[in-house]
């Protein structure tokens, strides 16, 4: 999984762009537009202004609950709340304004091509993976192993939960007797 950016001036021209492989065990498109939107504001210093162009509606109507409303508890329920976490705080600690603007997606925006050139680019290319944790400004942060649980809470419990059932099931004497469990790839 990708994301990319690109930063232009008020004349058009392109002042900086940006792409990354990011790892992911529950790769989406929108997990790529969030997570990029975060490293774009990420680039931004105080008290600046930024117009976004995304071919992303979800990402839209997405932002209006998660970012222009104010907080909701209901938010950490839901996928990708690190990153619109993140997003939040960043734009309160830089004091930044956000326009969101709807582009055609797949259409004639010379803009909107060169940004997913630039995705399918990273995404061919050999390029260290960043991890989103890097960019993570969430106020409180849950890890796991040290890494970030970006998921409802109470199914990632669930899903530890069913891995240890899963575990426990094939520990059973009759299924010993065809391996350790440690040989099986439980990925």
Known sequence: MTSAWIALDDDGFILESSSVHLPSCFPSALHSEIFAILSGLSALSHDSSISV???C????????RFVDAPFSPKLLREPNHLLWLSIRQLIID????????????????????????????AHSSLQ??????????APCLLTFNTLPIDMNIRHFLRSIA??????????MARFTALGSPSLFDWA
């Open 162 to 171: 069913d891995a240890r059932a899963l575990l426990s099931f094939c520990s």
């Open 53 to 55: 162009y995304t071919d």
């Open 94 to 121: 830089r004091n930044l304004k956000v326009d969101l603007i709807k582009v055609l997606a797949h259409g004639d925006d010379i803009y909107n091509i060169q940004a997913d050139s630039l995705a399918k680019d």
């Open 57 to 64: 509606s979800q990402l839209v109507s997405l932002w209006t």
């Open 128 to 137: 260290p993976t960043v991890f989103p944790s890097a960019f993570c400004n």
